[in-house]
C-alpha cells in the first residue's frame, strides 16, 4: 500500500467516476484501475463496487476511505511542517434542506479554515438526496429535520444506509412571511389564519412523499400553493405573493436581509434539526470545523 494509492481512492470517491479521476490526476483510466484493483488484491478488499450505472464504495470501502483520508492528511501536515511543501487543494462537501444556519457556518468555515486553493461544495438539495449524497460520501455531511411524523421513515433509511442522526437543536414551528404581510403584525398565528395566503413549499422530485416534506404539517390541505425549487424563488415569491412558508424561524439578516420575518405558528408541533454522517468514518478536519461552525452557527440565530 502507497499513499499515491490512497489518494487515488479518495479521487474517485469524490468524482464518482474512474474516468472524471483519471483526468484530474494526469493518468490514464487503466492505470488508474489497475493501481486500485492492486490495492483492493492487498487489503483482501472491495473497496469499490463496479456496476453498469458505474462505481460506488462498498460499505467496507466507506470505512477505508475513513481512514485513508486521515492517513494523507497526516502526510500533507508532515510534508508541510518539514519540507515546506505546498498543501492539497482542500475537499469537503455537505447536502442540506433550505437553511440559512447551513449556509453561514459554510461562509464561516471558508473564512477560517479555506487556504489557497481548495474544492468545497455546499448542495442544498431534496431530503432523499441529502441521505444519498452522504450514504455515497459525495458529501461527509447531511442536514435535516426529523418530528414525530417523519421519524419513523427517516430513522429506517438512516438504519439501513448505517448513518447516524445528531441533533442540533429544536425548534417551535415558525412563518416565514414578508414584512408587509398583514400577519407580520401578530405576536402568532393559527392555521386557519393561513388559508387565504398562498402556501410555499420546495420540491421534492422523484421522492415527493408527505414523509420527505421540508415543510412539517405536509398533510394539510391548501387553497393555494406554489412549489419552488430553491431559497432564493422562495423568498421572492414570499415577498412578491404575500405567501407563506413554515420552518424553524431561524434565519439570518446578513444573508437574507431584513424583509422576510419568522412569525410563530400555533400549532403544538416541535422541529429536530440535526446533523447525518456515516458511522463507521470520522468526520475530515473540515467535516468537524463545519459542525462546530453549525452549532455556532444556529446558538448565534436561536
Not at 23 to 38: E, G
Not at 99 to 108: E, K, L, P, R
Not at 125 to 146: A, F, M, P, Q, W
Not at 153 to 182: C, D, E, G, R, W
Amino acid at each position: 500500500m502507497t499513499l499515491q494509492q490512497l489518494k487515488y481512492v479518495i479521487e474517485v470517491a469524490n468524482q464518482g467516476s474512474i474516468n472524471e479521476a483519471a483526468k484530474r490526476l494526469f493518468i490514464s483510466q487503466p492505470s488508474l484501475s489497475n493501481a486500485i484493483k492492486d490495492l483492493e488484491e492487498e487489503m483482501k478488499l472491495e473497496i469499490f463496487e463496479r456496476s453498469n450505472k458505474g462505481i460506488s464504495l462498498s460499505k467496507e470501502g466507506v470505512e477505508f476511505l475513513s481512514y485513508a483520508r486521515q492517513v494523507v492528511e497526516q502526510a500533507e501536515l508532515l510534508e508541510s511542517r518539514y519540507l515546506n511543501a505546498k498543501p492539497s487543494p482542500q475537499h469537503f462537501s455537505v447536502s442540506t434542506q433550505h437553511y440559512a444556519f447551513a449556509v453561514n457556518a459554510f461562509v464561516s468555515l471558508v473564512r477560517e479554515h479555506g487556504q489557497e486553493e481548495y474544492e468545497l461544495s455546499l448542495r442544498e438539495t431534496k431530503t432523499y438526496e441529502i441521505i444519498e449524497d452522504v450514504k455515497t460520501l459525495r458529501s461527509e455531511i447531511g442536514i435535516l429535520y426529523l418530528n414525530e411524523f417523519n421519524g419513523k421513515v427517516i430513522n429506517k433509511l438512516l438504519k439501513s444506509a448505517n448513518l447516524q442522526f445528531n441533533s442540533l437543536f429544536t425548534a417551535n414551528p415558525h412563518i416565514f412571511i414578508s414584512i408587509n404581510n398583514p400577519l407580520a403584525r401578530q405576536s402568532i398565528v393559527t392555521i386557519d389564519q393561513l388559508q387565504n395566503y398562498p402556501y410555499l413549499f420546495f420540491d421534492q422530485g422523484d421522492y415527493n412523499s408527505f414523509h420527505f416534506s421540508e415543510e412539517i404539517l405536509s398533510t394539510l390541505s391548501h387553497k393555494k400553493s406554489v412549489r419552488v425549487t430553491d431559497r432564493a424563488t422562495l423568498f421572492n415569491l414570499l415577498i412578491g405573493l404575500n405567501g407563506y412558508t413554515i420552518s424553524t424561524g431561524v434565519l439570518s439578516a446578513d444573508l437574507n436581509g431584513n424583509e422576510i420575518i419568522p412569525v410563530p405558528l400555533d400549532c403544538g408541533e416541535t422541529i429536530n434539526v440535526g446533523w447525518i454522517s456515516h458511522r463507521n468514518t470520522t468526520l475530515s478536519k473540515l467535516g468537524t470545523a463545519y459542525i462546530e461552525a453549525l452549532i455556532e452557527a444556529t446558538v448565534t440565530a436561536l
